[in-house]
Structures are given as C-alpha cells and as structure tokens.
C-alpha cells in the first residue's frame, strides 16, 4: 500500500476493532511475554521508541493486551531525537497524539548522535551503544527496571548471521537481557514476530510513523542482509524461526 492510499485510524485497533490477523499478533506477542516472564503485575516498563513501525507496534500491543488482563503495569515511552536530524513539530505532535490514545506516558529527549566521546568515529554499533547508554540513564534516574525494545525475528536472524559470519561468534540478541548483575533487563517481546506482519500493520492503519535520518541505512550490513534471508525463507518458510530455535533460550513462564 503506497503511503498516498487511504490508511485505516489507528484508532479503531485502540478500540478492539481489529481483524483476525492482528489479534494473532497481540496474543502471539503476549504468548511470548509469558513464554520468557516478561512482564509481571505492578512492573514500570520503559518503552524505547525509534518511531518506526516496530516500537510503535509494540507499543499498540502492549497497551491493548493490558486491557485485557486482570494485572496492571504502568508504561513510559521515551523517544530520542537527534539533534542533528530533528524530529519535524508536525511528527512530534503526532506522536504524542499517538501515545496519548494508548494511555502510554510519552516523551522526547534530545540527545547528539554524535558525541565527543566518539572522537569523530561513528558507525550502527556505535550509534546502537550510545541510544543504549541514553535509556539506561533515563531508566536508572527514574527508577525503571525493565526496557522493553522492538526488536522482532528478523533483527534476531540478521544479528545471528552478522556475529556468525563477520565476528566468528554463534550468538544474538536475547528475548530478555540482564544487566549491571540483573539489576537491569531488556525485554524483546515482539522478537518471535516476523518484520512482514508489523509492515502490514503500518501499510494499513495511520501510525505516526517516523523515519529518523540515518546516512548508514541503506549501506550497512544489516540492510544488505535483508534479501539474503528473503531467499532463504524462499526455500524454507520457517528458517527464521529455525535460527530462533538454534539457541534452545531458556523458557521462564509457566
């Protein structure tokens, strides 16, 4: 769907008013919640927000399975705006219109995306360390335990091939993440859902969908990576969650 066709109000999804496919989405990420004990009643959940269609579908999912559980958890979505490539008003506005209907606390930190330390270096690792280091602050400062990231099988497929292939390392990023001798965690509730399923949802209802300037998104490995799995699940459907599987992760929910 071209982003000139009529999109349906993301409203509707707030309301309950969602197709088949898109429940299955919600109880699958919420499968997975349980699956790994993710989130547990009276959690405070920092919710890390890129303002692309991944963050913004877990934040629609996690904010439509609280009301419908008997437990409550409270939810802060932090958005980090670049200062060398700004967020525009219009977007910004949009955003908390967004967050607002999820009943989601939201806010926008403007950070440099390049700081001094790295010393005229910049690269996606370094990037990814320095919006990391940025939420860990904000969550240590306001008392948060738990992050909660977009992170869905696809990045956990290119993450496995980039450190197999070009680090000589089997590993990937984990459906929960501890940090700082478990005092931290990051969660990835979303990490067995496929990237296709959350492009469909962003093709077919209005989410404020923003891109924020990169000049390494279409040259990084990751990128390049992309149509490589696509071939691949061409022989194989489920070779995503083959590579899952690979990693036997430890199931902690009952």
Known sequence: MADTEQKSPYSELISGKMP?????????????INQFSMIGSGDRILLGVSGGKDSL????A??????????DYSMKAVMINWTE????DERRSMLHDYFDALD????????????ESFKGDFNCYLCSRNRRRILFTIADKEGYR????????????ETTMMNLFFRGDFS??????TFFDGKLEIIRPLIQEKESVLSRISATWDLPVVKPVCPHDQTNIRSSLKPVIH?????????????FEAFDFKETGK
């Open 20 to 32: 088949p496919w898109v429940m299955r989405f919600v109880k699958s990420t919420g499968k997975t």
């Open 57 to 60: 579908a877990l934040a629609l």
């Open 62 to 71: 996690l904010s439509v399975r609280r009301r419908w559980l008997p437990i």
């Open 85 to 88: 490539h700004p967020i525009p």
């Open 104 to 115: 989601i606390e939201f806010t926008i930190v403007d950070e440099p995306m390049y700081p």
């Open 146 to 157: 738990k992050i909660a990231l977009g992170h869905h099988l696809d990045d956990l497929v």
């Open 172 to 177: 990937t990023m984990k459906p929960v993440q």
């Open 231 to 243: 071939e691949i699940s061409r022989m194989d459907k489920l070779c995503r969650e083959h590579v």
